[in-house]
């Protein structure tokens, strides 16, 4: 089993026409990825190596079973991409564009959850893979394959180096959840995915300093998660103050170091490296143990 995407998963990409759209669309499909449409407003009828493109969402759901929407449409037009996926129903919905303002996202987000019917990844993320299975979004599909890892993570380049350095034992699946400070898909929500996966044996957890979303996960973990979880916190040499990559990467005082979240999740029992090969590590002992 995977969470939320598998070989089964019928893939639209939201912006497929777009030079970006086009690009990632042709990898996804490479990885083995079903894309069985495009949708950009006024450009229905028009094919991109040989999928079909529609003139909005409901229209290619009804025409092609999609059930996964990959967005990949500019800033100032992803609320209305992502309302439309919603109003078509689409149960996953992975919104790949950096840059949304964030009373935008907020938005969009508080139309999913009223709806009840979608679930959002990101926005400002890399998505979702389930190694041989499908991928949709970004993630390189070569660098690593199907195992009984689970993996969430802010950060879309740090995903990309969890998994390659953890290729020999392979992954259920990788979520890179966003580091914007309103996102569609917790740490929280993928480790209760993962706890409730039977294909996954253990959980790999990769936060970012600011915020508070590292300590909730700890709480978490204590209460609901049983399966062994490791964890790393990218931001250890940050200055105070100083955002730091993602918009959410911020620090104020004491709040939201890496140091404070380190010790809220090794006070649960999470192991935290202190590089991303270290977490790697102490990964590898720990299934080997």
């Known amino acids: 089993m995977t969470i939320w995407l598998d070989a089964d998963s019928r893939i639209l990409v939201q912006g497929m026409t777009g030079s970006e759209g086009t690009k990632h669309t042709r990898r996804m499909v490479a990885s083995g990825a079903q894309i069985v449409a495009g949708v950009t407003p006024g450009k229905g009828g028009q094919e991109v190596d040989g999928i079909p493109v529609f003139g909005d969402v409901r229209e290619a759901v009804v025409a092609t079973g999609a059930n996964v929407s990959v967005v990949f449409v500019p800033p100032r037009f992803a609320q209305a991409a992502v309302e439309e996926a919603v109003d078509a129903e689409i149960p996953l919905c992975v919104v790949i564009t950096e840059g949304i303002p964030v009373h935008d996202t907020a938005k969009f987000f508080q139309y999913a959850q009223n709806a009840g019917t979608t679930r ?170």
Do not use: W
């Open 120 to 289: 959002i990844i990101g926005p400002n993320c890399p998505g979702i893979i389930s190694p041989g299975q499908s991928n949709a979004g970004i993630i390189p599909a070569d660098i690593t394959g199907p195992g009984p890892i689970g993996l969430v993570s802010k950060s879309g380049t740090l995903t990309y180096q969890m998994m390659y350095e953890l290729n020999d034992i392979g992954f259920s699946t990788a979520v890179g959840i966003g580091g914007d400070p309103i996102i569609g898909t917790t740490h929280i929500d993928c480790l209760a995915a993962f706890e409730a996966d039977p294909a996954t044996e253990a959980i790999v957890m990769i936060g970012e300093i600011g915020g508070d979303a590292e300590e909730r996960a700890a709480a978490f973990i204590a209460e609901n998660v049983t399966k062994p979880v490791v964890g790393y916190v990218a931001g250890f040499t940050a200055p105070e103050g100083k955002t730091m990559g993602h918009a959410g990467a911020i620090v104020s005082g004491s709040a939201g170091t890496a140091a404070a979240k380190k010790d809220a999740l090794e006070a649960v029992g999470v192991k935290v490296g202190q590089t991303p090969s270290e977490t790697a590590r102490l990964m590898r002992a720990l299934l080997r143990g």
